[in-house]
Each structure stands twice: as structure tokens, then as C-alpha cells.
């Protein structure tokens, strides 16, 4: 089985500083990760992704994410918080194989404060 | 590329009521997946359709729920006797399924209410 475990429910930042959103992961197989961000009455939108190979990997909008497999940890990072950052960042896992599905985690409202 | 796009947006509808919803994937997508999101929650997996096989069901999905997609593009979720707690967001989303593609595309949803 695999799970999601996204640690903070609501992070508030200050525009300019460092964004850390967590996520930990379980997974029997080697897993692929994921994070999605969601605007308000919106679907979701794919940040980035890791599958295979380079463990640090880059997104869109200035956002990265490092896979720790001795850490089961995927936390997705920005440098610096713009305002259009704010909105609700899911973290998801799908365990690789035939298995298709995604198991998100319960995500993080980013706030960011001017 | 039009994207993932689902009708209606918003349904608003009496308990006991059934409904239907419908989703278009990506044109060249085969795999369709349905998930369902509630208040304060990540979305859970429902169901997911390759062309037009349903090759996996969620225990999520109870007897009220049925899904289809019957030529394998769009696809239909139906809900018969509504109740409440079938109030939620219902996502689709859709991927390509060769070339070792694992990104699933969402369309903005559905918002079903059930009164």
C-alpha cells in the first residue's frame, strides 16, 4: 500500500522568503512523486515530477522537490515566495508498475504575507 | 490542446436525486481517471478507465456509483440516490498511456451539493 504524509496543513510566509512544503511518502515499490499545486474552484496543476534518475528536479514557476529515498522524503522548495504562490500544494505517489492510480496527501494551504 | 474539460462545473441537486457527470479527456490520452476531493482533503481515487476497459475500482465506490466510458474518449460518472456525503469535488484526469508518461492531466472539476 501507499501513503502520503504531508507534515503542516497551513505554512505562512513572508513574500521573499524561503517556501518548505514536506511530504513523506510509503511506498513497497520504487515509488514516482509528485506535486500538484490548486487555485481555489480549480483542478489541479502538475509542479514537477520524479520517476528515475536525478534525484533533485526542477519545476515550473521556480519550484523544486529532492527525492531522499533513505528519508522517504520529497519536500518541495522555492527560494524566494511570490504572492501568486498562495494556494494548496498536494503532494501525491504512485508506486510504479501497473499501478496507475495517484494517493495524495491531505496538502499544505500556502499563505504568503506582503 | 483543449485540456481535460468536465460538465457540468457546479450541480446542486436534492438528496435521493441521481446524477450524472461527464468528462473529456486529452484527445490522445487512454488512461481516464476519477477522483472525488472533499473539504480539507486530498483527492482519493475512484476509478480508472484504459480506452474502454475499467480496469481498477476504488472500495470508495459503492453500489450507487457507475462509470463509463463507452468508446473509449469521454467518459460518465453517475451517482444514483444521492446523499449527502456524496457532496464533493469530483476530478477527472487523463494520461497518456506509452512512451513512459506518468503525468495525469485534471480537468477543474465538478462541485456536486446535495441538499
Known amino acids: 500500500a501507499q501513503s502520503v504524509t504531508q507534515l503542516g496543513s497551513h505554512v505562512s510566509v513572508s513574500e521573499g522568503a524561503l517556501v518548505l512544503l514536506r511530504c513523506n511518502y510509503s511506498?513497497?515499490?520504487?515509488?514516482?512523486l509528485f506535486w500538484y499545486v490548486q487555485y481555489p474552484n480549480q483542478g489541479l496543476q502538475l509542479l514537477l515530477k520524479y520517476t528515475t534518475g536525478a534525484t533533485l528536479v526542477k519545476g515550473i514557476n521556480g519550484f523544486e522537490a529532492e527525492f531522499k529515498k533513505s528519508e522517504t522524503s520529497f519536500h518541495l522548495t522555492k527560494p524566494s515566495a511570490h504572492m501568486s504562490d498562495a494556494a494548496e500544494y498536494f503532494c501525491?505517489?504512485?508506486?510504479?508498475?501497473?499501478?496507475?492510480?495517484?494517493?495524495f496527501g491531505k496538502g499544505t494551504l500556502l499563505t504568503v504575507n506582503p | 490542446d483543449t485540456g481535460v474539460s468536465q460538465d457540468p462545473r457546479h450541480k446542486i441537486t436534492k438528496r435521493g436525486q441521481n446524477v450524472t457527470f461527464r468528462c473529456d479527456p486529452i484527445?490522445?490520452?487512454?488512461?481516464l481517471y476519477w477522483y472525488r476531493q472533499t473539504l480539507g482533503q486530498g483527492p482519493e481515487f475512484l476509478t480508472y478507465f484504459q480506452n474502454e476497459a475499467q480496469l481498477e475500482k476504488s472500495r470508495l465506490l459503492s453500489d450507487r456509483f457507475s462509470a463509463e466510458r463507452p468508446k473509449g474518449s469521454f467518459s460518465t460518472l453517475e451517482i444514483q440516490r444521492t446523499e449527502q456525503g456524496d457532496s464533493a469535488m469530483y476530478l477527472c484526469a487523463s494520461s497518456l498511456g506509452t512512451g513512459g508518461h506518468h503525468e495525469q492531466f485534471f480537468g477543474p472539476g465538478t462541485r456536486l451539493t446535495v441538499l
Open positions: 511506498s513497497s515499490v520504487p515509488p514516482y
Open positions: 501525491a505517489v504512485r508506486s510504479g508498475g501497473s499501478n496507475y492510480k495517484l494517493t
Open positions: 484527445s490522445e490520452h487512454n488512461r
